[in-house]
């Protein structure tokens, strides 16, 4: 039995799944099995790749029919004979050092079952070529794993961990997650569910790449409704105080403007609309005109908090989960 296994799912790229697989291949730590899923029944080239590769370690999976991503991701988070698993996307690549990093550095915390590495940010340019921007995903300066607990602020409409760096414990319980969600909130919504504290490795042992198309979706009134849920189940659980609650709108006010997205949790949530008394005039004014503008968008985001509910009801469950754990930690350390 391996000591890790990972799942590598692919849709349609196969330059970059070559890129993908070379990685896997260059691993220093190479006690690792792979299952290789193709979610496009017509392509052949992924299990033309695996033959041609002809490492009895990597296994392909053919999906019978297209599953989409948030059902094939569904795929790996459960209990297997492996104690790890991580999950190498397609279009991402790891660095020759990643396994054996992250599995040296879970070793010293046996009771952690997700940690994540550090991710530099590439970006695809039209002739196909990759663009370094010289930036990760997270600018710290430490250099030492760092234990991070909940709840933290930027949980409340975004994921601490990235899925192209991460390495888990496979004897804990995983939940999935609604197949409906809007899959740029897959992480977010999956780290709702995840045993806190979380484990971050500050180095940079992966690499993210932001490509000219992507299995996330451009729609807007889905992505609006996923963030507002996020945001009402975590006030609704997450007290927080006025220099907070300010800092929340001042935040919302500063990126790409989504201040009406508060609004629309207050809508819903009856436990958030206290923090509509930190909303300034222009907050009002912004909200109103984003509405006039997108009327349609609007409504159907209303009719989205009624038609996903299992949405809601999946993050209110784990976000009280998590609320207990933390407050049965703070009793252990006091």
């Not at 070559?18 to 193709?38: M, P």
């Not at 888990?168 to 997650?177: E, G, H, L």
């Not at 997450?238 to 009406?260: C, D, F, Y």
Request: aromatic share 12%; glycine share 2%; charged share 25%.
């Amino acid at each position: 039995m391996a000591i890790c296994r990972v799942y590598l799912p692919t849709f349609r790229r196969r330059q970059l799944l070559v890129r993908a697989v070379e990685s896997l291949l260059s691993q220093t730590f190479q006690d690792w099995v792979c299952e290789l899923h193709n979610d496009d029944p017509e392509d052949c080239f992924p299990a033309e790749l695996v033959e041609r590769i002809g490492d009895q370690r990597i296994r392909i999976i053919n999906h019978k029919q297209n599953l989409g991503a948030t059902r094939t991701f569904n795929l790996f988070f459960k209990s297997i004979a492996e104690p790890f698993f991580t999950l190498l996307e397609d279009d991402n690549w790891w660095e020759p050092e990643f396994l054996r990093t992250m599995i040296s550095t879970m070793a010293k915390y046996p009771q952690i079952q997700i940690s994540w590495a550090n991710m530099r940010l590439w970006e695809e340019r039209s002739d196909a070529s990759w663009h370094d921007t010289g930036r990760n995903i997270w600018q710290v300066e430490w250099t030492e794993p760092r234990l991070m607990h909940w709840p933290d602020p930027r949980q409340m409409n975004e994921a601490l961990h990235s899925n192209g760096a991460m390495l888990a414990r496979s004897n804990f319980d995983y939940f999935p997650v609604p197949e409906s969600i809007n899959f740029a909130a897959i992480e977010p919504f999956r780290e709702r569910s995840f045993v806190h504290p979380l484990l971050f490795v500050p180095q940079r042992l992966a690499n993210f790449a932001v490509t000219r198309t992507s299995a996330r979706t451009g729609d807007a009134a889905s992505w609006m409704h996923a963030l507002a849920v996020l945001t009402g189940t975590y006030l609704s659980e997450v007290k927080l105080s006025p220099e907070q609650m300010r800092g929340i709108w001042q935040q919302a006010r500063n990126r790409s403007r989504s201040t009406h997205v508060l609004f629309a949790c207050a809508a819903h949530f009856a436990s958030c609309r206290r923090m509509i008394r930190y909303a300034t005039l222009n907050d009002w004014l912004w909200a109103c005109a984003y509405t006039l503008r997108h009327p349609l968008r609007m409504c159907r985001v209303m009719r989205l908090f009624e038609k996903k509910k299992c949405e809601e009801e999946f993050l209110r469950f784990h976000t009280q989960r998590r609320q207990a754990e933390s407050q049965a930690h703070n009793t252990r350390v006091a």
